[in-house]
């Protein structure tokens, strides 16, 4: 069944769930109001709409996260145009924008090219933990985002704000049920707290089976999530017109990983099922105000303290399933991570632009600092009664991971007429680190083992200009040219197995710093009383020194592979585009469409000696040629609603390392329901028609005695249905 046809079937089968709403009831509530589709963004340098940004950006507000069937961020993802993600984890923690993005992390020093903030809170790289529950609005800015945010922010940046307090008493709660063992329950409550403090606080918790079934234990919870996240804010009014905003957040991700099958399906068979377990702890402080009569000050600090239990089943099975040969083997991967971040801002108050007040301007300055420590051990043994009798390994490595970075940054956005303008921004950036590591054979104690110790830094920049004019009907089009970056690293597994060879290898150890050159036009527009919203840009990517990261494996333990990134060339084009369309009182329409061509120009490793064909001419990893969604919410003033959601995606590449490929697919989300009074209870479906897509892939030797190279996939959840009742004061 061709892709049309399913997007056809998904349609026939959801209208008769659709015609559950009725519109007797005569309830003043309702869920959707017909009002403006305008959103307001709030991580830019100024409030400002979606419209008046010149970079192609999506903003998914409350009110979409309220209508549509979400859990986590994971599922919002599928709203996004060119905006994938990596499965490798039991929940998505590693994005890709525009086919740019990590797949995992298997060793130290982490090298984000998208960054993930979450109220402020620097979470790049461990961004796995985004409940939904509470939150108001989620941007997903494409592109390189180097003036703002830096090396962070190669790709693109995904900017998360929970519910902001106000001094209106408000309390929301949430009890959800549905197949898979799906619990859930959550509440926020916030106010006035004083003359000039208002408060929000928010809990929730979720707990499902993971959907596989462990036949060896006889369990079905063996990929289960059990997730808790808690968020507080308050907002202080200081007087003059300054304001504080204190924002934390905890989360306790306590999930299974038993999600690999040497048979790939849903039925695993391992004896020591993984772990995805994170606990975050983290605060935001955001001071502003005024500076005289001309100048704001901005100032926020950031702080976050994670730990990150990661493991697997090396061989995913058992001895029964692998006899006649002993082969069992364990990986665990323990994280620790600390981050601080402070930046300072001036900018010019209204009215007090530079240049006849033509100009506004900001200047500002950004620290950051991150302590990592990385402890892995993976162990096991192989017994083919032949030529192991048996091979056991028993190693474990600890390292240290230490990076500092200063920013200058400056923007400058002119008024060349009533109708022009320009905007210029550019930031320098000084990165820092330090890298060691000490691994131990524990089956060869007093043997010495190598080490590695690097401290790389470079002096980075970026930066972007754009041409903006503002057309008769207020929409709005613009030509921008940015250069992002990203620093450069070394590949400590690479080093280590060099050291015990004579092989020349020193190109393997360290690569370059990367450039993202991103030439960009679009429109932006509402009309019809800002009934209809729609934008669309078209992209061209050149990325010079493209970070390539793939693997090897070396040995038949499952658990030996060495991990380089690598230096290559490369370049992508394609264009995005939304619409959103009030049709009726009670209808609206909405879609999103990613076209996205990329290609590696030159690739300067050879590739294992089992694979065939070349890497050049490639696409990148995890970067579809289309994804699509398309759908329609109904809502009445009588408090029924339904939203139809239908997403599709173009298959990909799982990797650079072989050339295995995700089929593509249509996901259908439907939900549907009443609001009265104070209360509401929908019906919701994920993955209506029961789709088995992959969102993960790997190909390598698994299976005894031959270890011939197969391909095994991770499968995206499954027809997922249950009921929410809420209560909102």
């Not at 903003?59 to 979400?70: D, K, N, P, S, Y």
């Not at 900001?362 to 009664?385: K, Q």
């Not at 089956?443 to 110790?453: E, I, V, W």
């Not at 990325?543 to 038949?556: G, I």
């Amino acid at each position: 069944m061709n892709v049309t046809q399913r997007c056809f079937t998904a349609l026939v089968t959801a209208l008769p769930l659709c015609a559950m709403a009725s519109a007797d009831d005569t309830s003043n509530a309702t869920e959707i109001e017909a009002g403006p589709l305008e959103e307001v963004v709030v991580s830019a340098f100024r409030r400002a709409t979606t419209v008046e940004l010149d970079s192609s950006i999506t903003v998914l507000g409350e009110e979409t996260i309220r209508a549509a069937a979400l859990q986590h961020f994971e599922e919002m993802i599928a709203l996004v145009p060119n905006m994938n993600w990596s499965g490798d984890g039991a929940r998505a923690r590693y994005f890709q924008l525009r086919g740019v993005g990590e797949l995992e992390q298997y060793e130290g020093a982490p090298n984000p090219s998208v960054g993930f903030i979450v109220d402020d809170i620097d979470l790049s790289g461990v961004g796995g933990i985004s409940s939904v529950f509470d939150m108001a609005q989620a941007e997903v800015l494409r592109g390189p985002q180097a003036t703002r945010f830096g090396a962070s922010a190669l790709a693109g940046l995904v900017y998360l704000q929970s519910a902001e307090p106000s001094n209106e008493t408000e309390v929301i709660a949430e009890l959800l049920a549905g197949n898979a063992g799906t619990l859930g329950a959550g509440v926020a409550a916030g106010g006035a707290l004083g003359d000039s403090v208002n408060g929000r606080f928010s809990v929730h918790h979720y707990r499902d089976d993971g959907f596989y079934d462990n036949v060896y234990l006889g369990r079905d919870d063996t990929n289960e999530r059990n997730e808790t996240t808690a968020r507080g804010k308050l907002l202080w009014d200081l007087g003059s017109d300054w304001q504080a905003k204190l924002s934390v957040l905890y989360t306790d991700f306590d999930n299974g990983y038993d999600a690999w099958s040497p048979e790939n399906g849903r039925i695993v068979f391992s004896d020591n099922p993984g772990r995805d377990e994170q606990q975050t702890a983290g605060a935001s402080f955001k001071l502003s105000g005024p500076l005289g009569a001309g100048t704001e000050f901005v100032s926020i600090t950031g702080f976050a303290d994670t730990e990150v239990y990661f493991s697997f089943d090396g061989e995913w099975g058992n001895n029964d399933y692998w006899a006649p040969f002993g082969y069992d083997y364990v990986y665990w991967d323990a994280r620790e991570r600390r981050s601080m971040t402070q930046e300072f801002r001036l900018l010019s108050a209204p009215g007090h632009e530079l240049l006849d007040g033509r100009t506004s301007w900001v200047v500002g300055g950004y620290a950051s600092s991150l302590d990592e420590s990385d402890d892995i051990l993976s162990a096991g043994v192989y017994d083919d009664g032949d030529w192991c009798t048996p091979c056991a390994s028993d190693t474990f490595l600890m390292s240290d991971y230490d990076s500092s970075n200063l920013a200058l940054f400056g923007r400058l956005d002119s008024k060349l007429s009533d109708r022009l303008s320009l905007n210029t921004g550019l930031r320098l950036e000084r990165w820092s680190a330090d890298y060691r590591d000490e691994f131990t054979d524990r089956l060869s104690p007093g043997t010495p083992q190598p080490g590695n110790d690097f401290d790389p830094s470079e002096t980075l920049w970026g930066g972007d200009v754009s041409l903006n004019v503002l057309l008769d009907d207020g929409s709005h089009v613009y030509a921008r040219l940015s250069r992002g970056y990203k620093a450069g690293g070394f590949n400590p597994s690479a080093a280590r197995a060099l050291a015990s060879t004579t092989i020349p290898g020193a190109g393997l150890v360290s690569f370059d710093p990367e450039t993202l050159l991103n030439a960009e036009i679009g429109f932006k527009g509402l009309w019809m009383d800002d009934r209809l919203a729609a934008e669309a840009a078209a992209f061209w990517m050149d990325r010079k020194n493209m970070q390539v990261r793939s693997s090897a494996q070396y040995t038949d333990n499952p658990n030996d592979f060495i991990f380089i990134t690598s230096n290559a060339e490369g370049h992508a084009y394609g264009v995005e585009a939304s619409l959103g369309w009030q049709l009726t009182g009670n209808w609206r329409l909405h879609g999103a469409l990613g076209l996205l061509e990329s290609k590696i120009d030159e690739y300067r490793l050879p590739r294992e000696q089992d694979i065939d064909g070349k890497l050049e001419g490639r696409a990148f990893a995890h970067a579809p040629r289309y994804n699509l969604s398309a759908g329609a919410t109904w809502a009445t003033p009588a408090g029924w609603l339904a939203r139809l959601d239908i997403n599709a995606m173009d298959g990909f590449y799982f990797d650079y390392s072989h050339d295995e490929k995700a089929a593509s697919r249509v996901i259908v989300n439907l939900k549907a329901g009443k609001t009265w009074g104070r209360w509401s209870l929908h019906a919701w479906v994920r993955n209506l028609l029961d789709e088995d897509y992959a969102t993960r892939g790997f190909s390598f030797g698994l299976a005894p005695p031959l270890f011939e190279r197969t391909r095994y996939t991770r499968l995206g959840d499954p027809r997922h249905y249950g009921l929410t009742l809420g209560y909102h004061y």
